[in-house]
């Protein structure tokens, strides 16, 4: 069967929401699933979603929360289909670049990673996602070869994602690397060192430090005018008021990194189990740190695809 030219109604809904808003070049903002399902437990994970997106309307864009619903690459859930979400959980398989073609195929339900959100809104031509943190290069990696297919994604999708840096468990140095040789820019929203999600700040600098949305609209507006394809990281610290103590959060990572090993627990499955283990340790501490960080992001994400409808 060959497929010549590609038709994506056969695989793609859009809400009408979220169709009016791009077809009349109104700012819209991707949000993923894969928060909903795998990483809070239910109903705080259905409360949260809801919180995120009237997070993005109160800043003046259109939210359009991202999944795989029967099949079915959706953007721009409903209530409805949220909770259908939150209620699963685990039940819903969580969904990178490489199991698109699979939960497709056999019309199930996917929550969409950060690589598979990114696809999903370029297909919609949405370009701007909010999403908590970003995958990266993980500890032991040089000998594990565990590397997020995020920084793939980024290396190739044409899509900002603003996030509160790369995920604590992760090596953020070796994630910087990686972003650098792929020509993926990382920019620090008020800030010229990288957060670590918990965190506002860790041992390492971001690309360029930019003080306004308008100024990030700008230079995203410039790299895909020039025909540079790829994204954008936005590195937006966790407010101060909810971010945690460095040292302590660095134990409790370091210590759960060790349980997982004795486990033998990798690959997609390390994530999930690193993040219940430290919001387990923390008594909560990490999963209230989570929401405040992504409603953060939510409103940043809005600010800059307002900006970005202007040009």
């Known amino acids: 069967m060959q ?10 809904d859009i809400h009408p929401r979220i169709q009016h808003a791009l077809a009349h070049n109104k ?24 919180l995120v997106e009237q997070a993005v309307k109160d800043n003046g864009a259109e939210p359009a929360t991202i999944a795989i619903i029967n099949g079915r690459l959706t953007v721009g859930l409903d209530q409805e289909q949220i909770t259908h979400l939150g209620k699963r959980g685990f039940e819903v398989i969580k969904t990178s670049r490489r199991d698109m073609p699979f939960i497709v195929a056999q019309q199930q339900d996917g929550a969409t990673t950060v690589a598979s959100t990114m696809i999903i809104a370029a297909m919609a031509g949405i370009k701007v996602f909010a999403t908590g943190g970003i995958g990266g290069v993980h500890r032991n990696a040089e000998t594990t070869m565990d590397i997020s297919a995020d920084l793939q994604e980024l290396a190739n ?37 990288m957060p670590a999600f918990y965190t506002q700040t860790s041992d390492f600098e971001v690309d360029y430090l930019l003080e306004s949305k308008a100024s990030i609209a700008k230079v995203l507006s410039a790299k895909w ?58 008594q909560g501490e990490s999963l209230a740190a989570n929401i405040q960080l992504v409603l953060n992001n939510a409103r940043l994400g809005a600010g800059i695809a307002v900006e970005l409808a202007k040009l």
């Open 225 to 282: 005018g020039m025909g540079l394809a790829g994204g954008v990281v936005v590195a937006n610290p966790i407010p101060q008021a909810y971010a945690m103590d460095p040292d302590a959060i660095e134990k409790v990572i370091s210590e759960a990194i060790i349980q997982m090993q004795h486990q033998g627990i990798y690959g997609k499955q390390s994530t999930p189990f690193l993040l219940s283990k430290i919001a387990q340790v923390t």
């Open 27 to 50: 700012p819209v903002v991707a949000l993923e699933s894969t928060i909903i399902s795998h990483g809070m437990p239910y109903p705080q994970n259905v409360e949260t979603a809801l």
């Open 3 to 12: 497929h010549n030219a590609i038709n994506l109604t056969d695989y793609l």
């Open 157 to 193: 999708t044409c899509v900002a994602v603003v996030c509160a840096g790369v995920k604590s468990i992760l090596d953020i140095g070796l994630t910087l690397e990686y972003l650098e040789t792929h020509g993926v820019p990382v920019i620090g929203y008020k800030t010229k060192v």
